[in-house]
Antibody, heavy 112, light 112 residues
Framework: EVQLVESGGGLVQPGGSLRLSCSASGFTFSNYAMHWVRQAPGKGLEYVSGISNNGGSTFYADSVKGRFTISRDNSKNTLYLQMSSLRSEDTALYYC?????WGQGTLVTVSS | DVVMTQSPLSLPVTLGQPASISCRSSQSLVYSDGDTYLNWFQQRPGQSPRRLIYKVSKRDSGVPDRFSGSGSGTDFTLKISRVEAEDVGVYYCMQGTRWPRTFGQGTKVEIK
């Protein structure tokens, strides 16, 4: 069974940083591109960032470019999202996905 | 980035009746390998998204056959042949052909 478990969310002040992790199991992690998608309270799904299966290519939404960094460790079956210069508009539930499966999400709240 | 436009954004339906959601992309979603990477996701209230359809018309495992996808190029449709109470939620299309991935705005399906 595919499992994606996000962690690392929490309350952070504007301008602060946070690192999200996503632990994957039940599939061959190194064969899949991986993605972070977020959902602000009461809003739709917003694509945040993606990374190719070997980590050689990374992609970002314009809203997070230059502030967020996606990475992966295929030896640990783990996906990361380093978030810096956080803004109130980054407040959302952050999901990890391989497109076919999704985690339960980790909540990031940016507030003073 | 590829812009995905869904319609309608709200869809009240009667139990047992059909429903149809349209999704249009700003660019062709045909990839260089000849496949078209168009996904449909269902998000029930309080739950993570779940993929229903990939590559335009292929149903994911466990998805009832009342859900079907069709289309080509830039114009796609998700159909529910007979809506059931458990189908209430928000439906999103997402293109998986170009980076970054992008979602439609979502269509809220509710029972009349």
């Amino acid at each position: 069974e595919v499992q994606l478990v996000e962690s690392g969310g929490g309350l952070v002040q504007p301008g602060g940083s946070l690192r999200l992790s996503c632990s994957a199991s039940g599939f061959t992690f190194s064969n899949y591109a991986m993605h972070w998608v977020r959902q602000a309270p009461g809003k739709g799904l917003e694509y945040v960032s993606g990374i190719s299966n070997n980590g050689g290519s990374t992609f970002y939404a314009d809203s997070v470019k230059g502030r967020f960094t996606i990475s992966r460790d295929n030896s640990k079956n783990t996906l990361y999202l380093q978030m810096s210069s956080l803004r109130s508009e980054d407040t959302a539930l952050y999901y990890c996905s391989n497109e076919g499966s999704w985690g339960q999400g980790t909540l990031v709240t940016v507030s003073s | 980035d590829v812009v995905m436009t869904q319609s309608p954004l709200s869809l009240p339906v009667t139990l047992g009746q059909p429903a149809s959601i349209s999704c249009r992309s700003s660019q062709s979603l045909v990839y260089s390998d000849g496949d078209t990477y168009l996904n449909w996701f269902q998000q029930r209230p309080g739950q993570s998204p779940r993929r229903l359809i990939y590559k335009v018309s292929k149903r994911d495992s466990g998805v009832p056959d009342r859900f079907s996808g069709s289309g080509s190029g830039t114009d796609f449709t998700l159909k529910i042949s007979r809506v059931e109470a458990e189908d209430v939620g928000v439906y999103y299309c997402m293109q998986g052909t170009r980076w970054p991935r992008t979602f439609g705005q979502g269509t809220k399906v509710e029972i009349k």
